[in-house]
């Protein structure tokens, strides 16, 4: 963890002190809204399952409050950091199919937790939480011939049943709460997908109404962070970054380098700033703070690999296919073998489901 923008690195959570080996691996989740508490995984032996920890951020300590060895499904801090709320299903244990929301004031025992929502027990349901100050949501996903999803609505301080606000959508559905509000993603009407608002109404569904319409590439991935919206975009090989005020009037584009990939990462609506993740084919993981409104990257940290980045270079060239369709690839190497014609390549692909392979930075293929 990092004492404001220029302080010093200090070490938060080592992992050898949370395992019994040396292939430990711990991974931060959620940080509490008032920054005091840290909820993260530790894993050891590359297992698929972890236990789940809570940490007083500014005295190191340990709560005893340890979620054991299971799936974590769903967290969301109380908005005073005096509870939560999870959905965890465990390795072991006598419901391992009942899908359930409980509620646990910390310093307390699991077994005195409140069930706050059930979504029904088997196999083929997932239930999962969002969150903000005032609302705690419940996604219901059924996995049937087809996946439909429910979406019910509560206040944190009500004990009473939840509001349905979206049942039975065998379309996409990615809710954000936001200041009163609901944004979410959707493919509804939109094989690209679009960012829409549901507008409650007192009865019946709730109005979809567009932010961010469907366009001719299809969103990546989308934060908010303060009154800024930003959306991301593979057109043909490159990535764009959009960014739109709340209401989905566009303001401005990311500026990226050539064959760069980047990752919106710490995003949060209470804080207009956000961390980014870039990387490219010779450059490694770097992360950047980045305000949409002043629009400037600075540097936060970059991870570092034994690579002369500076010798090396790509280029993008495209071949037909057999139906004539033209296939766009990327070639990497050093400046003057990529000048010198044809010479032996490995050559790997991947493109399906929606999903691309976009350019990134390999330590393993560095060291080759």
């Not at 990939?261 to 950047?288: C, K, M, Q, Y």
């Amino acid at each position: 963890m990092r004492d404001g923008t220029n302080g010093e690195d200090r070490l938060l959570v080592d992992p050898a002190e949370h395992g019994a080996g040396k292939y430990t691996a711990v991974k931060p989740l959620r940080v509490s809204p008032d920054g005091r508490l840290l909820l993260f995984e530790v894993k050891e032996g590359g297992e698929r399952t972890g236990t789940f920890k809570l940490l007083d951020i500014e005295s190191r300590r340990r709560l005893p409050d340890v979620l054991p060895r299971g799936y974590l499904r769903g967290f969301a801090f109380a908005p005073d950091g005096k509870s939560f709320c999870y959905v965890h299903e465990p390795v072991n244990g006598k419901e391992l199919n009942r899908r359930a929301a409980y509620r646990h004031d910390l310093g307390t025992e699991f077994k005195e937790d409140r069930e706050i929502f059930i979504a029904g027990e088997g196999e083929k349901i997932r239930l999962g939480l969002i969150s903000d100050a005032r609302r705690i949501g419940f996604l219901v996903y059924r996995f049937l011939e087809k996946t439909r999803t429910d979406f019910y609505l509560n206040s944190w301080e009500s004990d009473g049943t939840p509001d349905c606000i979206v049942r039975d959508a065998d379309y996409t559905f990615g809710p954000l709460l936001l200041r009163g509000t609901i944004l979410a993603v959707t493919d509804r009407n939109a094989p690209n997908l679009r960012i829409v608002e549901l507008r409650l109404r007192p009865q019946g569904e709730p109005e979809w109404v567009d932010v961010v319409p469907e366009s001719d590439s299809r969103i990546q991935q989308w934060a908010v962070a303060g009154d800024r919206l930003l959306v991301s975009y593979i057109r043909g090989t490159a990535q764009q970054v959009s960014v739109f005020d709340l209401d989905g009037n566009k303001t401005g584009e990311l500026p990226l380098r050539r064959g760069e990939t980047v990752r919106v990462t710490g995003a949060s609506p209470e804080n207009d700033e956000l961390f980014l993740e870039s990387e490219s084919f010779t450059e490694p993981v770097a992360i950047h703070r980045y305000s949409p409104r002043e629009g400037k990257r600075i540097p936060w940290a970059k991870k570092t690999i034994p690579f002369d980045s500076a010798r090396y270079e790509h280029i993008q060239v495209r071949y037909p296919s057999k139906d004539g369709t033209e296939i766009p690839m990327f070639l990497v190497g050093l400046r003057d073998v990529l000048a010198g014609g044809c010479r032996p390549a490995i050559q790997t692909s991947y493109g399906g489901y929606g999903v691309s392979m976009n350019p990134r930075s390999s330590a393993s293929s560095s060291r080759s």
